[in-house]
């Protein structure tokens, strides 16, 4: 875990931003972790990984953020009716 170290979960903190890190197992004292965060961190993560398969979301061609924005909207739609299909 290459991010779990205090200057990073301080900086986080500093910015307004609760640290949601799984603790390094060598730590001396592990840092609580909210599983329920870490799972819904998990799915954000993933969505973002199954829309930068587009590769017009992966490198941004797009000139305007409107016209990235609604190609980011396609992606996601796309990648919801797969599921909703499946189910």
Known sequence: MGYDAD???QELLLRGVLPVI???PVRKEPVPLDRGLYRL??????LVNK???FRAVATRYDKTAESFL?????A??????RFVHTA
Do not use: D, G, I, S
């Open 76 to 81: 996601a739609a796309h990648v919801w009716l």
């Open 70 to 74: 609604a190609f980011v909207h396609l």
């Open 51 to 53: 829309l930068k398969q």
């Open 22 to 24: 799984p603790p390094n």
């Open 7 to 9: 200057w990073v979960r």
């Open 41 to 46: 961190r998990n799915r954000v993560e993933r």
